[in-house]
C-alpha cells in the first residue's frame, strides 16, 4: 500500500500476536457507558439542522455515516482488540468506563467530520488525549481485521464486473477505473520538503484506487509524497507490477472476428500513460472526429466511477478532504486505509449515504490533469481493437 517499512511491520505484527496469545481473558468493563447515544443525541441533535431532531435513525447516519446495523458489525469486527487491548484512563466525565460502542462512535465520528479531537471529544463528554487513543486504536484493529472488504476480485467475481460495465458503457472485457487524488496537510518546517510539495504549492500525500462499477475500492496505494505525478505513482504500485508481470488482469481474452484480441484492462485519464492493460482517451488520431468524440465520452463516463468513488470517499470522510494538521506521515496511511475499508463495508452491506455528505465539487478541486505522453505500441494497438469492438457493438445495438 505504502512504502515498505519492513521493522514497523514486524514489530505491529508482533504486537497483534502478543495480544492473541495472552492467558488473560478480554473481559469488557463491568461498567461501560451504554447509555453513549442518548446522551451524545441530546446533547449534538440540534446542531446539523431541525430536520435531524426529528428521526434519530437518519441522526445516527449523518453522524457516523453508517446505519446502526453497519455500525453493529463494525463493532464486532473491532470488539476483541478494542476489549483485550483497553487504552489506559478511558474513564468519561461520570467516572464510567467506554464501552465499545462508544470507542467505535468516537473514532467514526473524528473520521467522518474531520473535527478536532477537542471538538470531538467535547461532543462525546471525553478528553482530547482519549479521543486520540481510541481513534488510533480503532484504525489498528480494522486495519488488521477488516482486509477482507478490499482485495481484488476472483475471476467469478470479476466476470459479473465485466457484464456490469460494458452493459453499462459498452466497453467489453473492462474491468474498473483507476484514479488518484491528494490529501492536503500542513507540516513542520523540519519535515517540509519538496517531495511532498504538490503542483498547487500544498504539502500532500497521493492516494491511488482502482474501483469497480458499484463504486468499491478494488485496490490501493498511498503514502507516497504529494509531489510525484500520478503516472509516477502507478508505476510505484503493486497494481501496476502485478499487471506488467501478467498477475492481474490476466483473464478471458475476447477474439475479434477479423482476429483482433481485448484483453483485460481498467480505464484512465490523460494522466496515466497508454499500456496495453490500462486505456486512456485519445487525444489525437487518424480516426473520425465523430467516432473519436463519442468513443471518449464513453470512456469518460467509466471512468468518471473512480472520480465518484474519490468524491465519495472524501466526503463521507472528510478528515481526507480537510486539510490535516501535522499528521504522522508514517501512521497517516493506516488512516487513509481504514477509511477506504469503511467506505467498502458501506458498499458491502447496502448502507445508502446520508444526501448531506456528498462532497460539492471535484474530489481533488484545484489540480488540474497533467498529461503523461507515454504510449505503449501494443496499449495502442489494444484501444484501436476495442474502439473497433465498441463500434461493431453499437451499429449492432442499433440495427435491433
Known sequence: MAPPKKSKKNKKDGKLKKCKSSSVAPVEPTAPDS??????????ASNPGSSLSKDEEEGFKYFFRVSRKTFDYICSIVREDLVSRPPSGLINIEGRLLSVEKQVAIAMRRLASGESQVSVGAAFGVGQSTVSQVTWRFIEALEERAKHHLKWPDSNRMEEIKSKLEASFGLPNCCGAIDGTHIIMTLPTVQASDDWCDTEKNYSMLLQGTVDHELRFLDIVTGWPGGMTVSRLLKCSGLF?????????????????????????????????????LITPYESSGLPASVVSAFNAAHEAARSLAVRAFSQLKGTWRILSKVMWRPDKRKLPSIILVCCLLHNIIIDCGDILHPDVALSGHHDSGYGEQCCKQVDPLGRTMRENLVRQWQHSKQTAASN
Open 35 to 44: 447509555e453513549w447515544w442518548d446522551s451524545f443525541w441530546h446533547k449534538n
Open 241 to 277: 507490477k502485478l499487471c506488467e508481470s501478467g498477475q492481474r488482469l490476466n483473464g478471458n481474452v475476447r477474439t475479434l472476428s477479423e482476429g483482433g484480441e481485448i484483453r483485460e484492462y481498467v480505464v484512465g485519464g490523460v494522466g496515466y500513460p497508454l499500456l496495453p492493460w
